[in-house]
């Protein structure tokens, strides 16, 4: 089975719709992302959390807002989707540090593909 | 975090090795070379990280020069399998944002029969 699961892996919706998409893990990892991937633009980080109780924005959060339910568990929302969120979105996850050194490598999910009309 | 510059495509025989050059000239001390691989639309995959000293795991292989400002991936014995985009990502430890990973444009590598 996946360490790292997203659904739904397709979603065609429409302007003004608000869509969540979900990510879990099995990893036990504390730390969760997520990206969006857009052709020709490689991967932009969205929001990301450390820990239940913690929520950080990313370089490009505005028009989304996430939720972290368990350690396990981290959702994005889109509130009201506009068809420039058509993108692949990725959901991550890593531990909080390397015994060894460096940053932690990060588990990436199948990905969503996200259409909106 | 450092700019990486990677050539935009590359091809391999299959059996062949394979190796990813990528330059870092403005790397810093602290930071340190990671490589990842992008398979056709799925989720990016860890393949290897260094400081400085070269490094190899069950998937591949990672030369850093001594002034640091360039490393090369090396698969060495490319299969079909290994047709993905690879990028070459430079991170500070501490980093900034979370752990944020900037993906550049990447090495597009097509491993041919």
């Known amino acids: 089975d996946a360490d790292v699961t997203q659904t739904p892996r397709n979603r065609i919706t429409k302007t003004g719709k608000r869509i969540m998409l979900e990510c879990s893990q099995t990893k036990g990892h504390d730390r969760m992302y997520w990206y969006r991937q857009d052709p020709g633009l490689g991967l932009r980080l969205i929001y990301y959390s450390f820990d239940v109780k913690d929520i950080n924005k990313g370089e490009i959060s505005d028009g989304y807002s996430v939720s972290r339910q368990a350690q396990a568990k981290f959702s994005l929302s889109l509130e009201s989707a506009i068809p420039n969120q058509t993108a692949l979105y990725f959901c991550a996850t890593s531990v909080a540090s390397l015994l060894a050194g460096g940053p932690p490598e990060q588990f990436f999910g199948p990905g969503t593909r996200l259409t909106v009309l | 975090d450092a700019k990486t510059t990677q050539p935009p495509s590359m091809d391999c025989a299959e059996g062949r090795a394979a190796n990813l050059p990528c330059n870092h000239s403005t790397i810093s001390g602290n930071e340190y070379v990671y490589w990842y691989r992008q398979i056709h639309s799925q989720g990016p995959q860890y393949i290897i990280h260094?400081?400085?000293n070269n490094e190899t795991n069950e998937m591949a292989s990672l030369i850093i020069t001594e002034d640091r400002k360039s490393s090369t991936l090396i698969l060495p014995h490319a299969t079909l399998r290994d047709t993905a985009v690879y990028y070459c990502?430079?991170?500070?430890?501490?980093?900034?944002?979370?752990?944020?990973?900037?993906f550049g444009q990447g090495t597009e590598l097509s491993v041919k029969p």
């Open positions: 990502i430079v991170r500070a430890r501490p980093y900034n944002q979370g752990g944020k990973l900037i």
């Open positions: 260094g400081l400085k």
